[in-house]
């Protein structure tokens, strides 16, 4: 049996809720026929932005969402994107698929959405292709009360008020489609634009670097040597690719050793952000300058027949693991992660949400989102667990099990465990310590389950609800005050709250 100890009386960072945060590109059907469908759409919306979606995120708090790339960032040009929608320029995204923007979603259509999820708004500005003038006047668009030609623009363009942006991101993946930059390069090139990123009145703006890519370990160095100081995160991209760039593996169908391969590669992020970490060290031994994971997750080969250049995957039992495990890993590095960004919202890479015309369906990674949101503004709690290997073969050997513990402002201990053996349930006996253990009892426990005979479980629009949590309560035993016993099935993630028993 393994032990999993949660310490009540060791309080160790606060969980940002923005640790729970996505991310929308201009990119195949995430932003039009995903989250817009605009407002003479049969599909039901308000001000043209899809409503089941719109509720669907409400429901799991999201609390940040990232905009509008990603590579179509440092292509994108704000003013392209604002006035009457038929006079807006239409442009070919080169980028994603090679297909026509058209540019009806934009700067006032993103905070529209934002304010209609209730999410804070992060959003990349383009350095790759942009002028530092067209950086600083969009920002001054967006956030500026006062008497000036953008606030008036903004104003003529039917937003009185300006908007609290609080996320800005100065470039993105400058090493690569972002403008092909060296390290030091980018680093001047960024000290001068976040010059002209200005605050206004009362909103302050959390600016972002465009970090690493993967394990560059020197882009992180001369970024942090040369630019430090003018920062408050510097961004990391990691996905989680089964095979390589070229052959990435199919998102169903897989075998078991496939299973294995991707958790452990999912894994390497622990190894990134301790490494990524180190060497900030070595320049912000005081950490004012946060890690911001603002791309993650799988990236399969597209599915059969469809665009290539839209990123369009299935998401399975493996992707909800996947997610789980990352989740577990980030609430550990909460004193330095306070923001990470799961790739991408809609019908876009690790999906929340798939649509298909009128339909819309939830993914096993949304429903972990459900599941942890409850970590979204906890105070992290020590906690351990036992662990053994599991795998095919020595090549992909990983822990059986994965595990994050909170408390939240009311008292309530969330415990999350995952357990990523593909065909082999784990015994678990949970044991709270601390002066209040004895005093706290089972309120909830929600399972999402897998299926050891069927790895590759996944909701279709055939099937919708193929995966979804269950009520697990009746599994869970209490032997004495403050210890609780489970099986917990293969392939399968568990949220457990405990809650103190009231004085009548």
């Not at 980028?95 to 905070?111: K, P």
């Not at 942006?165 to 976040?194: H, S």
Request: aromatic letters at 10%.
């Amino acid at each position: 049996m393994a032990n999993l100890t949660v310490n009540l009386d060791r309080r160790l960072s606060h969980i940002n809720p923005e640790v729970y945060g996505n991310f929308s590109e201009h990119l195949g059907h995430c932003i039009y026929d995903g989250i817009y469908v605009g407002e003479s759409s049969a599909i039901p919306n308000v001000n043209g932005m899809r409503s089941d979606i719109v509720a669907a995120l409400k429901a799991i708090h999201l609390p940040v969402l990232r905009w509008p790339g990603g590579c179509f960032a440092d292509t994108y040009h704000w003013e392209d994107g604002i006035g009457p929608r038929q006079t807006r320029k239409r442009m070919v995204n080169t980028h994603w698929g090679g297909v026509v923007e058209d540019n009806a979603f934009g700067t006032h259509e993103f905070f529209e959405f934002c304010r209609q999820v209730g999410c804070e708004p992060y959003i990349n500005g383009n350095l790759g292709s942009g002028t530092v003038r067209e950086m600083s006047e969009w920002v001054e668009y967006m956030t500026f009360d006062g008497l000036s030609p953008m606030s008036q623009r903004r104003q003529a363009n039917g937003q009185s008020e300006p908007w609290h942006l609080k996320y800005f991101g100065i470039g993105n993946e400058n090493w690569g489609c972002g403008g092909n930059m060296r390290p030091t390069y980018y680093a001047d090139v960024y000290r001068r634009y976040q010059t002209y990123v200005r605050n206004y009145g009362k909103n302050q703006i959390f600016k972002i670097a465009c970090g690493p890519n993967s394990d560059d370990y020197a882009w992180t160095e001369e970024l942090m040597k040369q630019a430090g100081h003018y920062m408050d995160g510097l961004s990391l991209h990691y996905y989680t690719v089964n095979g390589d760039w070229e052959h990435k593996g199919a998102a169903t169908g897989f075998s078991k050793a496939d299973w294995y391969q991707t958790l452990k590669k999912t894994l390497y992020m622990e190894d990134l952000i301790r490494g990524h970490l180190a060497v900030m060290d070595r320049y912000d031994p005081e950490h004012k300058v946060g890690l911001i994971i603002d791309e993650w997750g799988t990236w399969f080969d597209v599915e059969p027949g469809t665009n290539p250049g839209f990123l369009y995957q299935q998401n399975t039992t493996r992707d909800a693991l996947v997610a789980a495990v990352n989740y577990n890993i980030f609430n550990k590095h909460s004193d330095r992660i306070p923001m990470t960004n799961l790739a991408q919202l809609v019908n876009v890479l690790q999906a929340l949400i798939l649509t298909d015309g009128e339909q819309m369906l939830l993914t096993p990674t949304y429903f972990v989102a459900d599941l942890y949101q409850h970590h979204q503004g906890a105070d992290l709690l020590e906690s351990m667990v036992d662990t053994q290997l599991v795998g095919q073969d020595e090549s992909a050997l990983v822990p059986n099990l994965s595990e994050s513990a909170s408390v939240s402002a009311d008292g309530t201990v969330n415990v999350t465990l995952a357990n990523l053996a593909a065909d082999r349930p784990a015994a678990v006996q949970v044991q709270l310590t601390g002066r209040a253990a004895a005093a706290y009892t089972l309120a909830e426990a929600r399972i999402l389950a897998g299926d050891s005979d069927c790895l590759d479980l996944h909701n279709s629009f055939a099937e919708p609800q193929t995966v979804r949590p269950a009520d697990f309560a009746a599994q869970v035993s209490s032997a004495r005050p403050g210890q609780f016993r489970l099986q917990l099935p293969a392939a399968s993630v568990l949220l457990l709250r405990f809650s103190q028993a009231r004085e009548s």
